[in-house]
């Protein structure tokens, strides 16, 4: 993972002919730098993940806009540090709001509830492939399950560029935790976006991405070695998580061990299911 790096967190900046991006003030181990939100168009324009409802970053956010128009304010999905903002600023502005669905996960397994707004309601939930437009921009949603089940990555057509939220971040790998993250999903996913030909990703955390298919490639064979690694923990006899993780994961802050067990589970339900492993209480072995 990369390392943190110092950026200006309320100030504007132009990143495409249609695209600028506003810097959140939520740095952490699992943001990076903080919450990129998007501004596509100009005059009338869409706001793309809002981020956390931190009150001097939606004055920013208004401050960079002055007199324009939000036709739309746009989510990817709704995790806490891209949501939230949604409310004020459809309060200041009258702006609906669009893109993913609220989720509801009716299931008895652990998770951290905390990570996700609840409070998230948008105006019109955008199907695959239904779009959102604005003079000069349209927005199509390219459904992206995986990282959470109501993950939506948008393409820009004007300019082939595409605004891929948390599925693919420009500093790390994705968190995928179960029981809403689902790996089987998610490599799905990443296979359905190297069948686009997308030029530029401009994602929720970390820098542009501007070789797509190269990055998309080298995630694919991230998570096949990281499979094939803890099918190598098993195969020697390690069947626990938290010791699989910490020998896999020696390199990595150890803040985050707790969200890379989560990612090791989702790659063992996933092995599960193809016949591959299966589990023992707390513990999993090879089939």
Not at 72 to 84: E, F, K, L, N
């Amino acid at each position: 993972m990369a390392c943190m790096e110092n950026r200006p967190t309320g100030r504007i900046e132009r990143v495409g002919p249609l695209v600028r991006r506003v810097l959140a003030p939520n740095p952490s181990p699992f943001t990076f730098t903080g919450t990129q939100t998007y501004i596509v168009g100009d005059g009338e324009v869409a706001v793309i993940d809002p981020g956390p409802a931190i009150e001097a970053h939606v004055a920013a956010i208004l401050a960079a806009l002055g007199s324009e128009r939000i036709a739309a304010i746009v989510c990817t999905h709704t995790h806490r540090d891209h949501s939230p903002a949604t409310r004020p600023l459809k309060a200041a502005t009258g702006a609906p709001i669009v893109g993913c669905a609220s989720l509801d996960i009716a299931d008895e397994g652990p998770r951290a509830d905390d990570s996700f707004d609840a409070e998230y309601r948008p105006n019109r939930v955008l199907a695959d492939g239904e779009t959102v437009a604005g003079p000069g921009w349209t927005l199509e949603a390219v459904a992206t399950p995986g990282h959470t089940s109501n993950h939506l990555c948008f393409a820009l057509a004007e300019d082939r560029a595409l605004f891929s939220g948390d599925h693919v971040m420009g500093w790390s790998t994705t968190v995928v935790a179960p029981p809403d993250g689902d790996m089987t999903d998610y490599m799905a996913s990443l296979d359905r976006l190297r069948g686009r030909d997308d030029r530029i990703y401009y994602p929720a955390h970390g820098p542009t991405i501007e070789d797509p298919q190269g990055h998309l490639a080298r995630l694919i064979d991230h998570r096949r070695g990281r499979e094939r690694q803890i099918l190598g923990e098993l195969d020697r006899g390690e069947g626990r998580i938290p010791a699989m993780v910490e020998r896999l994961y020696s390199d990595v802050d150890p803040r985050l061990h707790p969200a890379a067990q989560r990612s090791v589970l989702a790659h063992l339900i996933d092995l599960q299911a193809r016949g591959q492993v299966r589990r023992l209480g707390e513990a999993w072995s090879l089939a």
